[in-house]
């Protein structure tokens, strides 16, 4: 087990309060002799000297035994990095392990766990392994769960519904769903980018368009879930038909050429169904198309769409050569 430098760390902060182990030696009332052997790690302090040195130099007694609460910068990002591999290469148990390891580390850094469990959710929603993926999910459900800073509340349910959908447990999704967005919106109406474009402060345009981004993109999820509506009440003309408004709809907000790659296969798939091939071929060229122009740039939207292109439906276009294009994209023989 590694040894706890508290000589090292009471060193440093005599030599930062610039005081000799003499001085300190007077206020504790021991020996010059037995600071230096404290310093030299020769020997521990009597633990009732740690309530004194601790309010002397103005730390925690966390602090004397070198331990802390926060990651630097680049600690951080090298855990979270370290993290996000293990579960995207489909190392999940390693992957819980490790942040189970950072939280036992950092008992009250919230921010660092609701972080790391919101990193690796997307990665843990490709897992092929059902019961596994439940299993994992359960465990960082338990993890964002004791989150207490209040500041942190609207991402803590935001990822527990996701978690808990996971898991299969709806009824707990919609309930952390409903009490993320009572926290988040306190009224019906925001009113505030009205009031500030009148009174003219500047950058509120900025305000304008990030709040268009963000209702955009709500109002695009809201219309998949009615599409998935439609689909499981077989609904699939109607459904189709929303996904091809959905297209224009992206053009019309001008928003990221991304969400397309999700529309035209989906389009593509409902066209398989619906036994309208020729439409089918159309929307994968098109997809095709927007992949030379406009590459996946996200790992996960990369293997979403190449897993959803191995839908069985997809066998009655797999000879067309829009599929064997598609196939070249993904790599698949």
Same mark, same amino acid.
């Not at 089918?280 to 095709?288: D, G, L, N, P, S």
């Given at each position: =087990? &590694?040894?706890?430098?508290?000589?090292?760390? %009471?060193?440093?902060?005599?030599?930062?309060?610039?005081?000799?182990?003499?001085?300190? !030696?007077?206020?504790?009332?021991?020996?010059?002799? /037995?600071?230096?052997?404290?310093?030299?790690?020769? @020997?521990?302090?009597?633990?009732?000297?740690?309530?004194?040195?601790?309010?002397?130099?103005?730390?925690?007694?966390?602090?004397?035994?070198?331990?802390?609460?926060?990651?630097? &910068?680049?600690?951080?990002?090298?855990?979270?990095?370290?993290?996000?591999?293990?579960?995207?290469?489909?190392?999940? &148990? $390693?992957?819980? &392990?490790?942040?189970?390891?950072?939280?036992?580390?950092?008992?009250?850094?919230?921010?660092?766990?609701?972080?790391?469990? !919101?990193?690796?959710?997307?990665? %843990?929603?490709?897992?092929?392994?059902?019961?596994?993926?439940?299993?994992?999910?359960?465990?960082?459900?338990?993890?964002?769960?004791?989150?207490?800073?209040?500041?942190?509340?609207?991402?803590?349910?935001?990822?527990?519904?996701?978690?808990?959908?996971?898991?299969?447990?709806?009824?707990?999704?919609?309930?952390?769903?409903?009490?993320?967005?009572?926290?988040?919106?306190?009224?019906?109406?925001?009113?505030?980018?009205?009031? =500030?474009?009148?009174?003219?402060?500047?950058?509120?345009?900025? *305000?304008?368009? !990030?709040?268009?981004?963000?209702? #955009?993109?709500?109002?695009?999820?809201?219309?998949?879930?009615?599409?998935?509506?439609?689909? $499981?009440?077989?609904? %699939?003309?109607?459904? %189709? /038909?929303?996904? @091809?408004?959905?297209?224009?709809?992206?053009?019309?907000?001008?928003?990221? *050429?991304?969400?397309?790659? =999700?529309?035209?296969?989906?389009?593509?798939?409902?066209?398989? *169904?619906?036994? $309208?091939?020729?439409?089918?071929?159309?929307?994968?060229?098109?997809?095709?198309?927007?992949?030379?122009?406009?590459?996946?740039? #996200?790992?996960?939207?990369?293997?979403?769409?190449?897993?959803?292109?191995?839908?069985?439906?997809?066998?009655?276009?797999?000879?067309?050569?829009?599929?064997?294009?598609?196939? !070249?994209?993904?790599? *698949?023989?």
């Amino acid at each position: =087990m &590694e040894r706890i430098a508290v000589g090292k760390i %009471l060193q440093g902060l005599r030599k930062a309060k610039g005081i000799t182990q003499e001085q300190l !030696s007077e206020v504790l009332g021991v020996s010059t002799a /037995a600071i230096s052997k404290w310093e030299n790690e020769q @020997m521990y302090p009597d633990i009732s000297y740690f309530p004194i040195l601790a309010r002397f130099f103005n730390v925690s007694i966390d602090c004397l035994f070198g331990f802390t609460n926060d990651l630097s &910068e680049q600690e951080y990002k090298d855990n979270l990095n370290e993290c996000v591999g293990l579960f995207k290469t489909g190392n999940y &148990e $390693k992957g819980l &392990e490790k942040i189970k390891h950072l939280t036992y580390l950092f008992p009250t850094n919230d921010r660092l766990r609701v972080n790391l469990t !919101s990193a690796v959710i997307p990665y %843990l929603a490709l897992a092929e392994n059902q019961n596994l993926r439940r299993e994992i999910a359960l465990n960082l459900v338990e993890l964002c769960q004791v989150c207490a800073d209040k500041e942190l509340q609207v991402q803590k349910h935001f990822i527990l519904a996701h978690l808990f959908m996971l898991t299969g447990q709806y009824q707990e999704a919609a309930t952390d769903t409903i009490i993320m967005r009572n926290n988040a919106f306190k009224d019906n109406v925001d009113i505030s980018n009205g009031l =500030m474009l009148k009174a003219e402060i500047p950058n509120t345009i900025d *305000r304008i368009n !990030s709040s268009i981004e963000i209702l #955009s993109a709500q109002i695009i999820y809201e219309l998949r879930n009615k599409i998935s509506y439609l689909q $499981k009440e077989n609904n %699939l003309e109607d459904a %189709l /038909a929303l996904l @091809m408004k959905q297209v224009s709809l992206v053009e019309l907000l001008e928003l990221d *050429r991304s969400y397309n790659y =999700m529309l035209y296969m989906n389009i593509a798939y409902l066209c398989c *169904r619906l036994g $309208k091939l020729n439409e089918a071929q159309q929307a994968t060229e098109k997809f095709v198309g927007l992949f030379y122009e406009n590459p996946i740039a #996200s790992d996960i939207l990369y293997q979403i769409c190449r897993t959803g292109f191995q839908s069985a439906e997809f066998s009655k276009i797999k000879d067309t050569q829009e599929f064997k294009s598609l196939q !070249s994209i993904f790599g *698949r023989k």
